[in-house]
C-alpha cells in the first residue's frame, strides 16, 4: 500500500530532551515536506526537501532541524524542544515532477508534547 | 507572500443536502494550483480535489466539485448530497513554486441527520 508512515504517533517530552520524529514514504516520491497544525493556524510549513541532501527552509524552521540521507526518509529533529512546539505534526511527500500541479500525500500525524 | 483565507464559522448542514465551503486566495504568481483536504476528528489529512490556475473548467470528484473563480481569486468547495461521514474539518491549500503549499486555517463541517 501507498502510503506515508510517521513515528511515534503519540510523545510527551520534555524541555530540552533531543528527540527525532521520523518519516517514511514507499511511493519513489522526489518532495518530502514537514508542517506543524496550531488550532485556529491551519497548517504551517516548517522544512521541505526537493531530494536527497537538498533541504530549504519553509515559514517556520525556528527549532527543528531536517535531513534528507535517502529518498524515502525524512526525519524531523528538535534538538532542544520547548512548550511552544507542543502541536500536531504532518510529514507529507510528492512526487515532484509537476512542481505546483503536484498533490501531497500525509502521514498519519505525530502529536507531540512538550512539557 | 501566498494567503488563504477561509472565513465561515463551524457550519451545520442537514444530511442529503448541498454545501459550500469559501475560499479566497491572493498570490502574484501567475502559476497556481488550488487543493482542498478533509481532516476528520481521527486527524488524517485526506486529500480531496485540484484545481489548476489554468484549468478553464471547474474540477469535479465524485460527491466533490470545485467553483473556481479566477478573476475573484476564489476557490469555492462544494459538496452534494452531505452524508454523516463528511463532518469533519475542510482546509483550502494554495500550491506555488517548487510544491509548496500554502493553508488557509480551515472549516469545520458537521453533517446532522
Known amino acids: 500500500e501507498a502510503q506515508v508512515t510517521q513515528n511515534p504517533r503519540y510523545l510527551i517530552t520534555v524541555t530540552g530532551k533531543k528527540l527525532t520524529v521520523t518519516c517514511s514514504q514507499n511511493?519513489?516520491?522526489?518532495?518530502m515536506s514537514w508542517y506543524r497544525q496550531d488550532p485556529g493556524l491551519g497548517l504551517r510549513q516548517i522544512y521541505y526537501?526537493?531530494?536527497?541532501?537538498?533541504?530549504d527552509k519553509g515559514d517556520v524552521p525556528e527549532g527543528y532541524k531536517v535531513s534528507r540521507k535517502e529518498k524515502r526518509n525524512f526525519p524531523l529533529i528538535l534538538e532542544s524542544p520547548s512548550p511552544n512546539q507542543t502541536s500536531l505534526y504532518f510529514c507529507?511527500?510528492?512526487?515532484?515532477?509537476?512542481?505546483?500541479?503536484?498533490?501531497?500525500?500525509f502521514g498519519p500525524g505525530t502529536r507531540l508534547t512538550v512539557l | 507572500a501566498q494567503k488563504i483565507t477561509q472565513t465561515q464559522p463551524g457550519m451545520f448542514v442537514q444530511e442529503k443536502e448541498a454545501v459550500t465551503l469559501d475560499c479566497t486566495y491572493d498570490t502574484s504568481d501567475q502559476s497556481y494550483g488550488l487543493f482542498w483536504y478533509k481532516q476528520p476528528s481521527s486527524g488524517e489529512m485526506i486529500f480531496l480535489i485540484y484545481q489548476g490556475s489554468y484549468d478553464e473548467q471547474n474540477a469535479t470528484e465524485g460527491r466533490y466539485s470545485l467553483n473556481f473563480q479566477k478573476a475573484r481569486k476564489s476557490a469555492n468547495l462544494v459538496i452534494s448530497a452531505s452524508q454523516l461521514g463528511d463532518s469533519a474539518m475542510y482546509f483550502c491549500a494554495l500550491s506555488y513554486g517548487n510544491n509548496r503549499l500554502a493553508f488557509g486555517k480551515g472549516n469545520q463541517v458537521v453533517v446532522i441527520p
Open positions: 507529507a511527500s510528492s512526487p515532484g515532477t509537476g512542481g505546483y500541479t503536484d498533490t501531497q500525500y
Open positions: 526537501s526537493m531530494n536527497v541532501e537538498v533541504t
Open positions: 511511493m519513489n516520491h522526489e518532495y
